[in-house]
């Protein structure tokens, strides 16, 4: 007997094909659902693609500092205003893929200019690399998220109707022990690099050094090291969503269990953020869509815990790794001496904006646009070593050099400057607007 899929029905009730359809559709299709409001939305958002291009226009005639800042403004009212806009078309769904996308772009391209925005955080050459380029590189940002919200609202489907549902089989049990399979395959790789290669001592006195840089403590190759991460995460995609679809809880037995949490508390103490939070946000996405939905004071507590994790172990991770009596004693100091401070995080993954402001530096006046070498770039990725090489005979050193910023982290850190450097400025608005799009049409 076929399952309805849960990604458009809450988890608490499920429904076979010989049983009456209920009458809800919020659950995946109705968040992204085109409502009566949309035509006045999009009009909204056109009328701010016409104030932040007025803004960038008219910037020479001020300070870069004050067209900074009044592009930071029209930034917040376009968060704030799309979560409106979502909030009172109800149901809201708080994962829902735009949400989701704006919260991550924002916080990447805006957390250190936000901060800087509310005097919170100096003026530093290291964010600020040409400062009297930023009223661009506010412009860029901006027709970034804008692109993106027009395209998601412009791309939204009627609602959905019976008619338009979809039936699911569930997944055969391979498909769980595959799951299983990579994840105990990739912490057996981790286990086999701390101890028996590098060794426990060399992580203990060189910290998160040893993690990103492993080829200058050995001369073994390092790409087993380099894509465990990824391993774990993607037999851990494949383990939980069939666990999910099934039995409609998370873990089944506690094999799985035990390597999720043996895998997520070695990068914890090695100090590996992103690895850390590919996990976590695979295990949030899986509860929330196909087994029940989170409540926003849950999705809100649980990011407030995430940020105080990444700020402690931003904290230590260039210390130490693996010793937690360490750990300990560095967190306490940090925080007696004043060293430790509450938006360190965000300034810390908010400071991607900085790529955008180098790449507007050297495109045009020095290196011209790539015309769409990127996305070649951006395919090569999937290829281990291979995508320095080519980027080189593509366009030298520098293009190599800022290849992986700009194609390989498309999720957010260096989607808008991977817009703006193919082919300028209409471009990203229009390569930002695809995206959500696809999203749109794959639903």
């Known amino acids: 007997m076929e399952q309805y899929s849960d990604s458009y029905w809450p988890a608490e009730q499920s429904y076979t094909a010989a049983e009456p359809v209920m009458e809800q559709q919020w659950w995946f299709g109705d968040d992204a659902c085109a409502s009566r409001y949309r035509m006045g939305y999009i009009a909204f958002l056109l009328f701010e693609l016409i104030i932040t291009t007025v803004v960038y226009f008219a910037s020479s005639a001020a300070s870069w500092q004050s067209a900074t800042r009044f592009a930071i403004a029209i930034n917040i009212l376009i968060f704030f205003s799309h979560g409106f806009y979502r909030v009172i078309c109800k149901p809201v769904n708080y994962l829902g893929p735009d949400l989701f996308y704006v ?75 595959s799951g299983l399979f990579l994840m105990g395959f990739a912490l057996a790789i981790h286990f086999i690099y701390i101890f028996l290669i590098i060794g426990v001592g060399t992580f203990i006195t060189h910290g998160y050094e040893v993690f990103t840089n492993i080829e200058r403590f050995t001369t073994v190759n390092k790409l087993l090291w380099v894509q465990q991460p990824n391993i774990f995460v993607g037999g851990f995609t494949i383990y939980i969503i069939c666990i999910a679809l099934i039995h409609k809880k998370l873990f089944r037995g506690k094999l799985g269990l035990i390597l999720f949490i043996i895998q997520t508390y070695l990068l914890v103490l090695e100090g590996a953020r992103t690895a850390v939070a590919g996990n976590v946000v695979v295990l949030l996405l899986v509860r929330h869509y ?111 050099n ?42």
């Open 402 to 443: 800022v290849s992986d910023w700009l194609t390989f982290t498309l999720g957010g850190r260096g989607v808008a400057g991977l817009g703006y450097i193919n082919f300028g400025f209409v471009e990203l608005l229009l390569y930002l607007s695809l995206i959500p799009l696809t999203i749109q049409k794959e639903k």
């Open 103 to 177: 919260l991550f772009y924002i916080l990447f391209n805006m957390g250190y200019l936000l901060l800087w925005f509310f005097k919170i955080v100096p003026t530093t050459s290291f964010i600020f690399h040409s400062p009297q380029l930023f009223p661009k590189v506010m412009y860029i940002v901006n027709l970034g998220l804008l692109g993106f919200l027009l395209g998601y609202e412009w791309g939204a489907p009627n609602r959905f109707k019976r008619s338009d549902m979809q039936t699911t089989k569930l997944p055969a049990f391979g498909w769980e022990a």
């Open 290 to 400: 196909l087994i029940r939905p989170i409540k926003l004071k849950w999705i809100l507590t649980f990011m407030l815990v995430m940020m105080f994790i990444f700020s402690s172990i931003r904290i230590v991770r260039n210390i130490t790794a693996l010793d937690i009596g360490k750990m300990i004693a560095e967190l306490k100091y940090a925080k007696k001496s004043g060293e430790a401070h509450w938006y360190d995080s965000i300034a810390e993954m908010g400071g991607s904006v900085r790529t955008v402001n180098m790449t507007v530096e050297l495109v045009p006046d020095e290196f011209p646009y790539w015309y769409g070498r990127s996305y070649i770039n951006s395919s090569i990725h999937i290829v281990p070593f291979l995508q320095g090489v080519v980027a080189r005979l593509f366009g030298g050193y520098w293009t190599a």
